[in-house]
């Protein structure tokens, strides 16, 4: 078996390997969430911590890992008494993102129940992971019944199991783990709080440090086995400090001024909850116990928010993560100022290390870990990399995050030739045919927009928008199946066995024939494709129209966020159509498509609906379970082309026939109505929504299609 990459050969990643190390020591801390971008090593650091983690004592032969000092009473294998305790490396348990619910939390043993007719539980990955890491790479992607149970498991340290007629209660503490890329897609808030640290990484723009990742994977995938007993003397020592500083983490300290100034910073970045409070403390408490120091230290602190606070500050999926470092200096400084217990010369609260000391951890690049930077069996890392002193390289924007590109420059108004009027603008020549962007209004709570009819999903589509029959949801009935039967619905099944057994000799156990095996139906919800067709033309172009609908598109692109949605934005001005963004689980570059679009030119509304029919039919081709919705916002004026309303009116129709569902978004302002993207609504056989029924506080509802 190929040995996994050692932790200490990593280069660089100090913040993720930092993250992951005081976990293996405080697993209180609640598990940690890595952020980047894709190629990063992600995955390779957390599977390389496994090796770093202590041995644990277990019950011989029970399957949920019980404690021998401490056994669950409750433990499906129990009870456990006068048992001889065995030790085993604590495990690492992976979730694939398409694993079932049955995998997930275990269910009855079908094999047992109908050969033996004995209700027996089979454990599931929560009973696995008891103890040790659950580990969920992609978890952006996880389908959401999936996330509801996880989410439940890691709040109560225990798994309940109610289905097919078995009850079952048992342990389910672990660290949790999670990696994920944020170009596809964001998590659930509720998710993202169950993680008590997060961190952003990114690779190294520094061509030596490139370099040395390079060259250490290369001897890797040469020799695994001859690179690994290279660092096996750091990852031993690195294993040995953990447990020293577990040993440690009851003498630590946390004193009433630190407490102080942790709930201070913490209110000061207006978290929800108090999970953060409870976060930070532990941290900064296993910080202190990982240098070696018995109190907690304001640098602690610090070093503890930059992890626990970046993920609970955002409002929604468009805020930028990270932490204003100016205002985390502020709100320590204010807190030392008020708090009348505070000591200036107490040798705790100076200092990057609260007194110096120097014994580092995994990170500062670097010391007795044999990290990057060490001087290790494979050299030193290369120049340039982290400082010594443990902390990050210090941020080049004020709120924490990597400076964003500068905006590209507004486009230069066109002025109209003479006699030519600007679109939608008659009897102005001479007039601006293309305005600069404008920002969105702010977003606000939408109706639900849903696909008519009940959807056949598959596992990749399940969400929280539209009906569909997939592999999720209630059972709603049996049904036989001429195919293989993948959820069998065992009541049915059993009903429809049960009257031949005297003809079929049965003796023990249920007889059951292929004939026999019922599929079981279940309905719930399924995400979609929400492929957004916007007017961004002369006629839309009024700055103050033009930030009410882009707030419009930017509150249904967050209640797609929220219903784990893919979309997609085909906008068109002038003389075409564009495809701004393929279809996509990131709303966030969504979002940053839609602020940059700028307006003006005519308006080639038929060129719009045919590039959004084109999407579409791509999108089915690689998707054809997931069904669209077509979102047109629109004043329904034409006037690109000789004859521009009727080559709109047979590109709806054409949508119509391909039986794509539609919704068209009334943007038409003024006290005269000309009542156009109504007339469009009813050739595509969609629903019509003044602008301002967009939002669920809107006056009219929407009609659905049966």
């Known amino acids: 078996m190929t040995p996994p990459y050692p932790f200490s050969a990593v280069v660089g990643l100090d913040d993720l390997r930092l993250a992951l190390t005081l976990n293996a020591v405080s697993p209180a801390i609640g598990g940690v969430l890595a952020r980047g971008e894709k190629g990063t090593a992600k995955s390779t650091?957390?599977?390389?911590?496994?090796?770093?983690?202590?041995?644990?004592?277990?019950?011989?032969?029970?399957?949920?890992?019980?404690?021998?000092?401490?056994?669950?009473?409750?433990?499906?294998?129990?009870?456990?008494?006068?048992?001889?305790?065995?030790?085993?490396?604590?495990?690492?348990?992976?979730?694939?993102?398409?694993?079932?619910?049955?995998?997930?939390?275990?269910?009855?043993?079908?094999?047992?129940?109908?050969t033996e007719g004995v209700?027996?539980?089979?454990?599931?990955?929560?009973?696995?992971?008891?103890?040790?890491?659950?580990?969920?790479?992609?978890?952006?992607?996880?389908?959401?019944?999936?996330?509801?149970?996880?989410?439940?498991?890691?709040?109560?340290?225990?798994?309940?199991?109610?289905?097919?007629?078995?009850?079952?209660?048992?342990?389910?503490?672990?660290?949790?783990?999670?990696?994920?890329?944020?170009?596809?897609?964001?998590?659930?808030?509720?998710?993202?709080?169950?993680?008590?640290?997060?961190?952003?990484?990114?690779?190294?723009?520094?061509?030596?440090?490139?370099?040395?990742?390079?060259?250490?994977?290369?001897?890797?995938?040469?020799?695994?086995?001859?690179?690994?007993?290279?660092?096996?003397?750091?990852?031993?020592?690195?294993?040995?400090?953990?447990?020293d500083a577990r040993d440690r983490l009851s003498a630590v300290e946390l004193s009433d001024?630190?407490?102080r100034r942790i709930t201070a910073v913490c209110a000061a970045f207006d978290v929800d909850g108090l999970r953060a409070d409870l976060v930070t403390a532990r941290t900064a408490v296993a910080l202190a116990a990982w240098h070696g120091r018995d109190h907690v230290t304001d640098e602690d602190i610090r070093r503890a928010a930059e992890l626990a606070l970046p993920h609970r500050r955002r409002r929604n999926p468009f805020d930028a993560p990270g932490l204003d470092q100016d205002k985390l200096d502020e709100a320590l400084r204010e807190a030392a100022e008020n708090d009348p217990d505070d000591d200036p010369d107490d040798p705790g609260d100076g200092g990057p290390d609260g007194g110096g000391s120097d014994d580092e951890g995994p990170d500062d690049g670097g010391g007795s870990d044999g990290g990057p930077g060490d001087g290790g069996p494979d050299g030193g890392a290369p120049d340039g990399g982290e400082g010594a002193d443990g902390s990050s390289p210090p941020?080049?924007?004020?709120?924490?995050?990597?400076?964003?590109?500068?905006?590209?420059?507004?486009?230069?108004?066109?002025?109209?030739?003479?006699?030519?009027?600007?679109?939608g603008v008659p009897g102005l020549p001479g007039a601006p045919a293309e305005q600069p962007a404008v920002r969105a209004a702010s977003p606000y709570r939408t109706r639900l927009l849903?696909?008519?009819?009940?959807?056949?999903?598959?596992?990749?589509?399940?969400?929280r928008r539209s009906a569909a029959e997939s592999r999720r949801g209630r059972v709603v009935r049996a049904t036989r199946t001429d195919g293989p039967v993948t959820d069998v619905h065992l009541t049915a099944t059993l009903l429809a066995a049960a009257p031949h057994q005297k003809a079929r000799g049965r003796i023990a156990g249920l007889l059951v024939d292929r004939a026999d095996l019922r599929q079981a139906v279940r309905r719930g919800r399924e995400s979609n494709t929400i492929l957004f067709c916007v007017d961004a033309s002369g006629s839309m172009a009024a700055r103050q129209r033009m930030t009410a609908v882009k707030g419009a598109v930017l509150s249904l692109l967050l209640d797609a966020y929220q219903?784990?949605?893919?979309?997609?934005?085909?906008?068109?001005?002038?003389?075409?159509a564009t495809l701004a963004l393929p279809p996509t689980g990131s709303i966030e570059v969504a979002a940053r498509r839609l602020d940059e679009l700028p307006t003006g030119g005519r308006t080639p509304l038929a060129a719009g609906l045919a590039k959004s029919a084109e999407v579409i039919r791509l999108e089915r081709r690689r998707n054809p379970h997931r069904r669209p919705l077509l979102v047109v916002v629109t004043d329904g004026r034409a006037t690109h082309g000789r004859d521009a309303r009727g080559e709109a009116r047979r590109a709806a129709a054409h949508l119509a026939a391909e039986g794509i569902a539609a919704v068209v978004v009334d943007c038409e302002h003024g006290p005269i109505r000309l009542g156009l993207a109504q007339e469009l609504a009813v050739h595509l056989g969609a629903t019509a929504l003044r602008l301002d029924e967009v939002s669920a506080d809107g006056l009219a509802m929407i009609a659905r299609a049966a």
């Open 450 to 463: 849903t696909v008519p009819g009940i959807g056949r999903s598959q596992s990749d589509a399940t969400g």
């Open 119 to 243: 209700r027996a539980y089979q454990p599931g990955l929560l009973a696995a992971a008891h103890r040790g890491v659950l580990y969920v790479d992609e978890v952006n992607l996880l389908a959401d019944h999936l996330v509801d149970t996880l989410l439940d498991a890691a709040g109560m340290g225990s798994a309940y199991v109610e289905r097919d007629g078995v009850s079952v209660r048992h342990a389910a503490r672990f660290l949790l783990v999670g990696t994920m890329n944020p170009e596809e897609g964001e998590l659930r808030p509720q998710l993202l709080d169950r993680f008590g640290l997060t961190v952003e990484v990114t690779a190294s723009r520094k061509p030596a440090e490139r370099a040395e990742v390079v060259r250490r994977r290369l001897a890797y995938e040469a020799d695994p086995e001859g690179f690994a007993a290279r660092w096996a003397a750091a990852d031993t020592e690195l294993a040995a400090r953990i447990v």
């Open 45 to 114: 650091v957390v599977r390389a911590l496994h090796a770093l983690l202590p041995a644990i004592t277990v019950v011989p032969g029970c399957r949920f890992a019980c404690d021998p000092a401490a056994p669950d009473p409750l433990c499906p294998d129990g009870p456990h008494v006068d048992v001889v305790a065995e030790t085993r490396p604590a495990r690492l348990v992976e979730l694939p993102v398409g694993a079932t619910e049955d995998r997930l939390v275990g269910a009855l043993d079908l094999e047992r129940a109908l």
């Open 563 to 576: 219903r784990r949605d893919t979309v997609g934005l085909v906008t068109f001005r002038r003389d075409g």
């Open 257 to 259: 001024a630190a407490l």
């Open 395 to 423: 941020p080049s924007d004020t709120d924490g995050t990597a400076p964003e590109a500068p905006p590209a420059p507004a486009p230069q108004p066109r002025t109209a030739p003479t006699g030519e009027a600007p679109d």
